[in-house]
């Protein structure tokens, strides 16, 4: 594997991947919260219930978010900058597309 050299410290690519992975998924829930992606608040509510919203909201955030940079990392492999932001894009949409058909039909 190739290391990168940024402030006197070597990473390696699977590290830059993964977080170009998470900054996907990142981006990709903020997006779909304009279209009203609710995400995991309403399952995290029944399992951990007397929270206040902002809890939820961070907590949602937080699962939402790791989850899509691990599994994105995990399932797309990527190789290259552009395929780690593409899986960590396509993680985020897959889950808003899947809990849309539920919620809808």
């Given amino acids: 594997m190739e290391s990168y050299t940024l402030i006197g410290w070597h990473i390696q690519d699977t590290y830059v991947y993964f977080s170009l992975t998470l900054f996907g998924s990142i981006v990709m829930y903020i997006f779909s919260l304009f279209k009203g992606f609710q995400g995991a608040v309403a ?3 029944k ?7 902002v ?4 907590l949602d955030f ?11 990392t995990i399932f797309f492999s990527p190789s290259n900058n552009l395929q780690a932001l593409a899986a ?4 985020v949409g897959a ?7 539920k919620e809808g039909g």
């Avoid at 937080?62 to 994105?72: N, P, R």
């Avoid at 960590?88 to 993680?91: E, L, R």
């Avoid at 889950?95 to 058909?101: D, G, R, T």
């Fill in 43 to 45: 399952f995290l509510n």
């Fill in 47 to 53: 399992v951990l219930p007397g929270h206040s919203k």
């Fill in 55 to 58: 809890f939820y909201d961070r």
């Fill in 62 to 72: 937080l699962i939402v978010v790791m989850t899509g940079a691990i599994v994105g």
């Fill in 88 to 91: 960590g894009f396509g993680w």
């Fill in 95 to 101: 889950i808003n597309i899947l809990l849309n058909q």
